[in-house]
């Protein structure tokens, strides 16, 4: 996911982006600003971040897998319930069926 004018990829798992996709582009769609949390991957620097996600600010999503991945929609509504939520956007590991 390529965010503002910085031309450095957030690094994100196809499946869970997809996820993602689906939830964000809803909430810029209907004008809202929100917050995404992440914990670094194994080989990053130890942490979490977090950026602003509004819908004046250029947000590309750039995929491994040409072929679309199958949405989950529990996951979808996790992940929507927590974008409505103060705290924003928390992304986590999708619980296995």
């Known amino acids: 996911m390529y965010y503002g004018d910085d031309n450095t990829a957030l690094e994100f798992e196809d499946r869970a982006l997809a996820h993602l996709k689906v939830?964000?582009?809803?909430?810029?769609?209907?004008?809202?600003?929100?917050?995404?949390?992440?914990?670094h991957r194994d080989g990053e620097e130890p942490g979490r971040s977090t950026i602003w996600l509004s819908p004046?600010?250029?947000?590309?999503?750039?995929?491994d897998d040409p072929e679309p991945a199958t949405l989950s929609p529990q996951y979808l509504e996790k992940l929507a319930a927590s974008a409505n939520s103060s705290g924003g956007i928390m992304l986590v590991a999708e619980e296995p069926l």
């Open 23 to 39: 939830v964000i582009a809803t909430k810029l769609r209907r004008g809202e600003s929100f917050t995404i949390t992440w914990t």
């Open 56 to 63: 004046s600010i250029p947000l590309r999503f750039v995929f």
